[in-house]
């Protein structure tokens, strides 16, 4: 199921982009997978850890705040890029 909602992430493009470069398959896939397996592992852990000490939905509500803070984050600095080249 993550191999379906991962298809086409940067992860992903930077992995086929390092495969090709270097021509060394093997050794992208390799790293590839203990580093989505590290970050997996450690995303499990401290969210554990912090819904010991937290209660979910206030969890759910901070992350949800902090998604939609760092979109619009990315919106306004797009749109005073592209105000400023005009």
Known sequence: MI???ELGDKTQ?????LAIKYEAPKDI???????????TAV???FGTLLSAVLPVNLIQKVGGTTFIAIGAWILI?????RRKDR
């Open 3 to 5: 191999l379906l909602m």
């Open 13 to 17: 493009l930077s992995a086929m982009a």
């Open 77 to 81: 600095d797009h749109l005073r890029k």
């Open 43 to 45: 995303g499990a852990v």
């Open 29 to 39: 896939y390799v790293g590839t997978l203990l580093g989505l397996s590290a970050v």
